[in-house]
């Protein structure tokens, strides 16, 4: 189960005295123009559209990395309780959040310019 967490992003921890995101998915995505890793979040609630049968839902999104623009397409399949079921990712890959806390701490570690 801890993989699942680590893969999904599930296990997010809200800030102190703020309310758990009951709601949210976090997605991590390395989009292959520059190998930089986006964090996306899909709310079960407000972004899940009816797929074509009428009886799943699906989310399509772009996401772009802040770091040289690349683009992906993340697209999550989801059965009727809106439990996930199917996701696929065009121009990157799925990678967890542990990858993206490591980019995150390179990214905003200070320089020494000496």
């Known amino acids: 189960m801890s ?4 893969l999904f992003g599930s296990g ?3 800030a102190h005295g703020a309310k758990p995101d009951l ?3 976090w997605y991590f995505v390395k989009v292959h123009k520059c190998g930089a890793i986006a964090r996306v979040r899909i709310d079960r609630n407000n972004d899940l559209s009816l797929d074509d049968d009428a ?7 772009q996401v772009v990395d802040n770091v040289c623009y690349g683009m992906a397409e993340l697209e999550v399949h989801f059965d009727s309780s809106r439990n996930e079921t ?3 990712v065009e121009n990157g890959e799925f990678v967890t959040r542990e990858e993206w806390d490591s980019q995150e701490k390179l990214r905003i570690a200070p320089h020494n310019n000496e």
């Open 3 to 6: 993989f699942i967490k680590r």
């Open 23 to 25: 709601n949210g998915i």
């Open 12 to 14: 997010e921890s809200p």
């Open 55 to 61: 009886e799943t839902y699906v989310v399509r999104k």
């Open 86 to 88: 199917n996701r696929h």
